[in-house]
């Protein structure tokens, strides 16, 4: 009978080995539920969103404004996946553990009044997306003079 040797109260490999072969999930799809962060700064004349999500490029991106006049962005990192090798061929590697994941996100965003819609701009720049969502101009106050008749 075999007993695994415990060293520092830790099991050596053989049980990790044993829990990865048994679970191995390399077949079926990851999920991954977190959302990348995003920073939203104002100033005067401007809001900017800053998401960040390593790695990303502009062909993943997707921003556009839906009909209720809300901010979608979308970010679609398609999983990458290896040609087998061709029949006879040795495969060149075999992954020990496959910790890549890539996932797709989407979030509605409802916009601030001043926000001028026509002009928002995004661009992608070492794994950042920054959205530009400039102000409208504030409407000059109208000046009235105007004399109320009383009924």
């Not at 075999?94 to 995004?122: C, G, M, W």
Request: hydrophobic share 35%; charged share 30%.
């Amino acid at each position: 009978m075999y007993f695994p040797v415990i060293r520092n109260n830790r099991c050596n490999n053989w049980l990790d080995t044993a829990f990865n072969d048994l679970f191995d999930m390399d077949w079926a799809p990851r999920h991954v539920t977190t959302a990348p962060a995003v920073n939203v700064k104002e100033s005067e004349k401007a809001y900017t969103m800053e998401v960040a999500a390593p790695g990303l490029k502009k062909e993943h991106c997707t921003v556009n404004i839906n009909n209720e006049g809300n901010l979608v962005v979308k970010i679609e990192n398609k999983s990458h996946h290896e040609a087998k090798p061709a029949e006879g061929e040795k495969p060149t590697h075999h992954y020990l553990r496959r910790e890549f994941s890539y996932a797709n996100y989407e979030q509605t965003y409802t916009l601030p009044e001043e926000v001028d819609k026509e002009a928002i701009t995004a661009k992608v720049e070492d794994g950042i997306l920054t959205i530009e969502l400039p102000k409208l101009a504030p409407e000059p106050a109208k000046k009235m003079d105007r004399v109320i008749e009383i009924g």
